[in-house]
């Protein structure tokens, strides 16, 4: 693989609209919350341990996890999350390095919303930041999620703070305009990419 492109940005930045536009291209996306999920999938490891420690009724009655479920057990206790974390992370890391190792498209995109607060910012030689004003993830994250406005708020304050992110972007994709002003955006980064893979830098 000669070069990994990193994509995050903040909720409701539009990291999805972004990533589909490459994929319409033909380039691979790995996504870090796709690779997430397939750890736990029913007959994985991960599953089994989680069901022993938490007992049978996480799991759904088709023997997949009650994420909702799961969700609730760890969120109000440190240390049932830490215990999670400790199982899934390097699980997740792992799926995630397979994944980019089978990339067969002229460059790879991996998309994590925790690109930047991670060790995952060592898979990619570019980071690129898609990026809205705060009013505008605001808005698209109320619209998307059915979320009130005071849990949206909660979740941008958890994260890594907008200015801190475009610091640390190599390319910001401003994703506050129209669909078609983001598939020129697009289509200009992908030559681009496709260049820089083409040289091998």
Do not use: C
């Amino acid at each position: 693989m000669s070069l990994v492109v990193g994509i995050t940005g903040g909720i409701g930045s539009g990291k999805s609209a972004v990533t589909r536009k490459f994929e319409d291209r033909g380039i691979t996306v790995v996504d870090a919350d796709i690779a997430a999920r397939v750890v736990v999938e029913p007959g994985r490891p991960a599953l089994a341990a989680i069901a022993n420690h938490f007992g049978a009724d996480i799991l759904l009655a088709d023997g997949s996890l009650d994420r909702a479920a799961l969700r609730q057990r760890v969120f109000s206790n440190d240390a049932e999350r830490s215990w999670l974390e400790q199982l899934t992370h390097p699980l997740i890391g792992q799926e995630i390095v397979d994944q980019l190792e089978a990339v067969t498209s002229p460059y790879a995109i991996f998309a994590s919303p925790l690109l930047l607060e991670t060790s995952q910012r060592e898979l990619v030689e570019l980071v690129a930041v898609v990026d809205v004003p705060e009013d505008v993830q605001l808005e698209r994250t109320m619209a998307r999620d059915d979320n009130d406005e005071g849990q949206v708020k909660r979740i941008m304050a958890a994260q890594m703070k907008r200015a801190e992110r475009l610091e640390m972007a190599d390319i910001v994709i401003d994703n506050s305009g129209s669909l078609e002003r983001l598939e020129s955006v697009v289509e200009a980064l992908h030559v681009q990419f496709l260049a820089r893979a083409e040289l091998g830098t």
